[in-house]
């Protein structure tokens, strides 16, 4: 088997999987609890909390947990929109952003009344600083950016970004960082408001985070016995949490490394497509986790092809990828409709080799010959 769609959801590490198997064997009373097995397991909870919050830098009461970074984008984006309405009713995001992000900015444009901007991108996918200057309003109170595009790769200036929305204290910004935290390198010490999802990263699906910075309210969309400082009622699953902390502290450890041994699988991968008939969207600067390119064939057709064959690729977004054959990232970055419709995505791990991509380039040229 060749897995080349690491974006979607990644294989869980080996190390996490022993983790959790051993806490559940030992550890499975509420954290909630006062009696002496609840509070072990909340010594656990707050343990890992610290743990996490000690490799984001921030303070462990500013880690809320969370089943994953869609419900930890929507409790940043309608929570704080929500909080804040009396501040204004003006919020910004791009056109480009995860559906948990574009369908959060709809619900509140659409059941609550905010006034929404969606920013243009340039050809890169990249949100520019004047585009944001120029549409923030005196009533402006979000602005919400992906760090890095989920189905080209494409890096916003997080940085600069966060040091503009600094002389607009009214503003808060949220990042989606879901693609870029453990993999590459961004300065998020100006951002409010951070969400991040554990299986992208070797870890566990339904499991996640948002970083809210403590001088800052959210409304929580979850009521109940108040946990995660009453921001998300729930029993807490306080095994999935240690071992979000476990899986962070591996892709710490081991971002730089496998940074350089990914990039150097998309940098094979481009010289591998030249000459063949296809056009590659993701731009020359941008994450080596993610590699999108157009073909003059049905894109669907051929990852089905190539999945017949034990390679698997995506068409472009899991989230969105069944609703739409076409990808509104690419038409906002000026592609054609016939290049955003047959679009794949090639998204890689450090478990794949530079043999693997071999394999692809040859399944891949027989297929459009074969389609001819």
Same mark, same amino acid.
């Given at each position: ?23 559940? !064997? ?75 992000? !574009? ?65 607009? +204290? ?36 339904? =499991? ?11 409304? +929580? !969309? ?10 998300? =009622? ?16 591996? %892709? ?35 994450? +080596? ?27 472009? %977004? ?8 076409? %990808?509104?990232?690419? !038409? ?14 090639? =998204? ?25």
């Amino acid at each position: 088997m060749i897995y080349f769609d690491n974006a979607a959801t990644t294989k869980l590490n080996k190390e996490v999987l022993k983790g959790f198997n051993d806490l559940n !064997l030992k550890f499975f009373a509420n954290s909630a609890s006062t009696h002496k097995l609840g509070i072990e397991a909340y010594r656990l909870e707050e343990k890992a909390r610290s743990q996490i919050a000690s490799l984001l830098n921030c303070e462990p009461n500013e880690i809320i947990f969370t089943s994953g970074a869609t419900e930890a984008n929507n409790l940043a984006i309608k929570g704080s929109a929500l909080k804040y309405k009396n501040r204004g009713n003006h919020i910004i995001t791009s056109k480009v952003e995860h559906p948990s992000v !574009l369908n959060a900015f709809k619900s509140l444009e659409e059941d609550f009344g905010f006034h929404v901007t969606y920013l243009d991108v340039n050809n890169d996918g990249i949100v520019e600083l004047e585009s944001l200057k120029n549409a923030i309003r005196n009533d402006t109170i979000l602005v919400s950016l992906m760090a890095v595009n989920n189905e080209v790769g494409s890096i916003n200036p997080i940085k600069d970004i966060g040091e503009l929305l600094r002389k607009y +204290p009214k503003i808060l910004f949220h990042c989606d960082a879901t693609q870029a935290i453990g993999k590459i390198k961004i300065d998020y010490s100006n951002v409010d408001l951070l969400s991040m999802s554990s299986h992208k990263i070797h870890g566990f699906k339904g =499991s996640g985070l948002l970083l809210k910075r403590k001088n800052i309210d959210l409304l +929580p !969309l979850l009521s109940g016995g108040g946990q995660e400082f009453n921001y998300r =009622s729930g029993t807490n699953n306080y095994v999935y949490e240690v071992c979000l902390a476990k899986t962070l502290r591996i %892709s710490f450890e081991e971002l730089e490394n496998n940074y350089n041994y990914v990039k150097h699988l998309n940098d094979y991968l481009r010289s591998k497509l030249e000459g063949l008939n296809v056009r590659i969207n993701s731009p020359k600067i941008s994450s +080596p986790y993610i590699l999108s390119l157009s073909l003059d064939k049905k894109a669907s057709v051929v990852s089905e092809a190539l999945s017949l064959k034990d390679i698997y690729v995506s068409t472009k %977004s899991a989230c969105s990828s069944k609703k739409s054959p076409t %990808s509104y990232v690419l !038409l906002a970055m000026g592609k054609s409709s016939q290049d955003a419709m047959n679009a794949i995505r090639i =998204s890689f791990s450090n478990e794949n080799t530079k043999e693997e991509i071999d394999i692809f380039i040859k399944e891949l040229k027989e297929i459009l010959n074969t389609l001819k």
